[in-house]
């Protein structure tokens, strides 16, 4: 399946939540949770979307540990501690670490740390499952001001080649 199919199906649960809470005035209680709730039950309450690391990594779910510089993994969420995953979204605390990069990335053993806030959102339907594609690192302690607060990264899936390299 596609991820704009994904995302098409995700947005007609989406709506199929708002449309139901508002005909039941579930919307004015709860809107926050009545829409959760609606959409994990239009997802399946046995669906539990899993991360892949970078596009790469066998499907997590609730993993210590999420590499957020893909290419060179200069940069890690490490500690990881999940307070919630469920079929809409992850959220947890821990650390950002980085690679100071000195003298350059590949020789530098000196290393930054800070704490942070980890969320995954987004779940697509994929061949290998429900998967989240979206990661998003709120910088909660202390950081270089050039350093942005709020970073966002993709989980998307690499999609995978068929028939073998020669």
């Known amino acids: 399946m596609s991820s704009s ?3 098409r199906t995700g947005a007609a649960i989406t709506t199929l939540a708002i449309a ?3 005909s039941t005035g579930l919307a004015q209680a709860q809107p926050t949770r009545t829409l959760m709730a609606t959409a994990e039950a239009a997802m399946g309450t046995k ?15 609730r993993p210590a540990t999420l590499t957020l510089a893909c290419a060179d993994a200069n940069d890690l969420g490490v500690k990881l501690v999940w ?36 969320t995954l959102n987004d779940p697509v339907k994929t061949p290998a499952g ?13 950081a270089p001001k050039d350093m ?19």
Request: net charge positive; aromatic share 12%.
């Open 5 to 7: 199919r994904g995302r």
């Open 148 to 166: 942005a607060r709020t970073q966002v990264y993709s989980e998307k899936p690499i999609p995978k080649l068929t028939g073998s390299a020669k």
């Open 83 to 118: 307070a919630r995953w469920t079929a809409t979204g992850a959220y947890a605390t821990g650390t950002d670490t980085w690679n100071a990069c000195t003298p350059y990335c590949a020789a530098s053993k000196t290393w930054y740390k800070t704490t942070a806030n980890f």
């Open 47 to 61: 669906a539990r979307p899993a991360v892949e690391d970078c596009g790469l990594s066998k499907p997590k779910v």
């Open 20 to 22: 139901f809470a508002a």
């Open 130 to 142: 429900w998967l989240f594609e979206k990661l998003v690192v709120h910088i909660t302690g202390k």
